[in-house]
């Protein structure tokens, strides 16, 4: 039950600081990527969708905070089992784009790097895989 305690502090500091403050963005974040890891997913593309612009107008698109929260928002698409395929384009394209801000900003050595790129490759296999199983399909 800690992503009630979760929601609660978002709730909190939404009430403290508003919504596009950089402790409520975070703890937006640690939310939404706690919904995701309960496979809430519908629950946290929601409030990723409602996080993420803010994230990158307050704190910029080459934030860390921003960049692992469009990652966890990208992974939140396509580990759904009931992602559409527009849901699984824009989990690829929304990595093919962070992918080399994170390498820029943190470099090929950061240990996240690699799962970045594995989640990338991840996602177009789920985007390949539906796409298939739609043509066949039709």
Same mark, same amino acid.
């Not at 396509?78 to 992918?99: G, K, N, P, S």
């Given at each position: 039950?800690?992503?009630?305690?979760?929601?609660?502090?978002?709730?909190?500091?939404?009430?403290?600081?508003?919504?596009?403050?950089?402790?409520?963005?975070?703890?937006?974040?640690?939310?939404?990527?706690?919904?995701?890891? /309960?496979?809430?997913?519908? +629950? @946290?593309? #929601?409030?990723?969708?409602?996080?993420? &612009?803010?994230?990158? *107008? =307050? $704190? !910029? %698109?080459?934030?860390?905070?921003?960049?692992?929260?469009?990652?966890?928002?990208?992974?939140?698409?396509?580990?759904?089992?009931?992602?559409? /395929?527009?849901?699984?384009? +824009? @989990?690829? #394209?929304?990595?093919?784009?962070?992918? &080399?801000?994170?390498? *820029? =900003? $943190? !470099? %090929?050595?950061?240990?996240?790097?690699?799962?970045?790129?594995?989640?990338?490759?991840?996602?177009?296999?789920?985007?390949?895989?539906?796409?298939?199983?739609?043509?066949?399909? @039709?």
């Amino acid at each position: 039950h800690g992503h009630r305690f979760l929601q609660h502090r978002l709730d909190f500091l939404v009430a403290l600081y508003g919504t596009e403050h950089a402790e409520t963005l975070s703890a937006a974040a640690n939310y939404a990527m706690t919904l995701k890891d /309960l496979e809430r997913f519908e +629950e @946290a593309k #929601e409030l990723f969708r409602k996080t993420l &612009p803010a994230a990158r *107008r =307050v $704190l !910029g %698109e080459t934030n860390i905070l921003t960049l692992r929260m469009l990652w966890s928002y990208a992974r939140t698409l396509y580990l759904d089992a009931r992602a559409t /395929l527009d849901d699984l384009r +824009e @989990a690829v #394209e929304t990595l093919e784009a962070i992918a &080399p801000l994170w390498k *820029r =900003v $943190l !470099g %090929e050595s950061h240990p996240e790097t690699p799962a970045i790129l594995r989640a990338l490759k991840e996602a177009r296999k789920a985007l390949a895989a539906r796409a298939a199983s739609s043509s066949s399909a @039709a």
